[in-house]
């Protein structure tokens, strides 16, 4: 987590997908596992945030040995809620692609990016499969 985003407080999980110049993607071969993302900067200071909430923070990620493709494609789930409401999960994906240099991909996630809303059942764990990872 970094300072100077956009993201909105809640819970993230990033996936992502690997793809070739023609933009054909596998099945997804990565998983952040949870990032919390709230607001504040130190101990005293952080709260959780409501809904839709500027946390003013974005994200980083490097992903490795990723020789023969060219591109990752990022997806997330946010989880999130407000005193009035229901918990909400919502389902993005990330329209542009980040290069893979060198096997080799560093991903920044600002909030500012644009994305897709898809249904939830997009990630479904089913269709989780890290075999289809090409070595």
Same mark, same amino acid.
């Given at each position: 987590?970094? +300072?100077?985003?956009?993201?909105?407080?809640?819970?993230?999980?990033?996936?992502?997908? =690997?793809?070739?110049?023609?933009? !054909?993607?596998?099945?997804?071969?990565?998983?952040?596992?949870?990032?919390? $993302?709230?607001?504040? +900067?130190?101990?005293?200071? $952080?709260?959780?945030?409501?809904?839709?909430?500027?946390?003013?923070?974005?994200?980083?990620?490097?992903?490795? *040995?990723?020789?023969?493709?060219?591109?990752?494609?990022? +997806? +997330?789930?946010?989880?999130?809620?407000?005193? !009035? =409401?229901?918990?909400?999960?919502?389902?993005?994906?990330?329209? *542009?692609?980040?290069?893979?240099?060198?096997?080799?991909?560093?991903?920044? $996630?600002?909030? !500012?990016?644009?994305?897709?809303?898809?249904?939830?059942?997009? =990630?479904?764990?089913?269709?989780?499969?890290?075999?289809?990872?090409?070595?």
């Amino acid at each position: 987590m970094f +300072y100077g985003g956009d993201l909105p407080v809640g819970n993230y999980v990033f996936y992502f997908k =690997l793809a070739d110049g023609d933009g !054909n993607e596998t099945d997804f071969t990565a998983e952040s596992g949870v990032v919390s $993302i709230f607001i504040g +900067y130190d101990p005293q200071s $952080i709260r959780g945030g409501q809904y839709n909430e500027n946390s003013y923070k974005s994200v980083q990620f490097t992903l490795s *040995n990723i020789a023969g493709y060219d591109y990752v494609h990022v +997806y +997330y789930s946010r989880t999130s809620g407000a005193d !009035n =409401l229901e918990r909400s999960v919502e389902i993005k994906k990330v329209l *542009n692609r980040f290069r893979v240099r060198q096997g080799t991909c560093s991903i920044h $996630i600002s909030g !500012n990016e644009n994305t897709e809303t898809l249904p939830v059942e997009t =990630l479904s764990e089913d269709f989780f499969i890290p075999s289809s990872a090409k070595a």
